[in-house]
C-alpha cells in the first residue's frame, strides 16, 4: 500500500508563497492520477489540484491561477506551488491516489499551512 509524507506547509503572511511536496512509498505512483486536498477542522476535505499520470492538471476554483501541481515520477514525488496566499488558504494539506474523483489509499499526515499577518 503507498505511503505518503506531505511536507514544506508553515506560516506565511498574506501574498507568500510556499511548495509543498507529498513523496510516496511502498509502490509506484507514476500511472495514478495524484491530487492534493485540504481539510480545515469542521468541514470536508476539498480538492484543490489533480494531475493525471500523462500530466493534465485541474484545479478548484478557489485556487486557480494562484496553485500549480506537478509530478517527479522519477523521485515519486508530487508537488504544490502555492502562490498569492489568502488566509482562506490555512488548511492541512494532503496528497493522496485518485481513481477518477474519488480519492484511494491512506491519508499521510499532512502539512499544515497557516496564512496570517
Known amino acids: 500500500q503507498v505511503q505518503f509524507v506531505e511536507s514544506g506547509g508553515g506560516l506565511v503572511q498574506p501574498g507568500g508563497s510556499l511548495r509543498l511536496s507529498c513523496v510516496a512509498s511502498g509502490s509506484t505512483i507514476s500511472i495514478y492520477t495524484m491530487g492534493w486536498y485540504r481539510q480545515t477542522p469542521g468541514k470536508q476535505r476539498e480538492l484543490v489540484a489533480r494531475i493525471t499520470s500523462g500530466g493534465n492538471t485541474d484545479y478548484a476554483d478557489s485556487v486557480k491561477g494562484r496553485f500549480t501541481i506537478s509530478r517527479d515520477n522519477a523521485k515519486n514525488t508530487v508537488f504544490l506551488q502555492v502562490n498569492n496566499l489568502k488566509p482562506e488558504d490555512t488548511a492541512v494539506y494532503h496528497c493522496?491516489?485518485?481513481?477518477?474523483?474519488?480519492?484511494?489509499?491512506?491519508w499521510g499526515q499532512g502539512t499544515q499551512v497557516t496564512v496570517s499577518s
Open positions: 493522496i491516489t485518485m481513481y477518477g474523483n474519488v480519492p484511494v489509499g491512506s
